[in-house]
């Protein structure tokens, strides 16, 4: 059962870099979420997407991209890295509230992700 | 707005000891609830839910009962075990315009010695 995969796990990057993390998805949910999680701050949502080819823009999304191109996967990129970007980057994904309602949210294991 | 409030750790307890983390939340309408546990280089996970006023979610002999009254989600384990250090998460679901977010508290680190 693989559920929600992140890749790559860790990642340094130099300030000004461009890169890309892919999470996938095997439980055809329709809703997937990208989170930062930083000391003391707990979970905050960057962008999310209710559906293939939608994205909408969450709490903290300014410096990152995304795109939903299929159902199964959630890209989050980053154009030009800085060093407030360093943080551990969470995907997760659900069902719709018209799938089913009540159901969680189902994370990855996350990508550490370094700028320097 | 929406926003969750729960107790700053870190905590730490002897094994068996009584826990309790509190959270409060502030919503409009009626927002189910959750605690979610991070274990060490782990991702997040549902511990358990409430969905409606008085509702009272248990799994791993955790326990939370939704206050609509206090506006609070507090956990509760009655004797806890070395493997339940971990980061717990409190935090409410709000639907908006056909779509679903969670909002999160903070975290608190729990610690439990042998």
């Known amino acids: 059962n693989a559920g929600v995969t992140q890749t790559p796990k860790f990642r340094v990057l130099k300030t000004g870099q461009s890169m890309t993390l892919l999470c996938a998805q095997d439980?055809?949910?329709?809703?997937m979420y990208w989170y930062r999680q930083d000391p003391g701050m707990g979970l905050r949502l960057i962008h999310y997407s209710v559906g293939e080819g939608t994205t909408a823009k969450g709490e903290v999304p300014d410096g990152y991209n995304v795109s939903r191109l299929k159902k199964q996967n959630f890209l989050l990129g980053l154009e030009s890295a800085a060093p407030s970007q360093t943080s551990v980057y969470f995907c997760a994904s659900s069902y719709s509230i018209r799938t089913s309602s009540n159901q969680p949210q189902h994370f990855g294991d996350g990508t550490r992700l370094s700028i320097l | 707005g929406n926003s969750v409030t729960q107790m700053e750790g870190p905590v730490t307890l002897s094994e068996e000891a009584f826990l309790t983390i509190n959270c409060t939340y502030t919503a409009t309408g009626y927002p189910s609830l959750f605690w979610y546990v991070q274990y060490p280089g782990e991702g997040l996970q549902l511990l358990l839910k409430?969905?409606?006023?008085?509702d009272k979610g248990s799994n791993k002999g955790f326990e939370a009962t939704y206050r609509k009254e206090t506006t609070s989600f507090h956990l509760e384990k009655g004797s806890v075990q070395v493997s339940d250090s971990a980061v717990y998460f409190c935090?409410?679901?709000?639907?908006?315009?056909?779509?679903?977010?969670?909002?999160f508290g903070k975290g608190t680190k729990l610690t439990v010695n042998p």
């Open positions: 935090a409410l679901r709000v639907t908006q315009g056909g779509s679903e977010k969670l909002v």
């Open positions: 409430a969905t409606k006023a008085d």
């Open positions: 439980m055809n949910h329709e809703y």
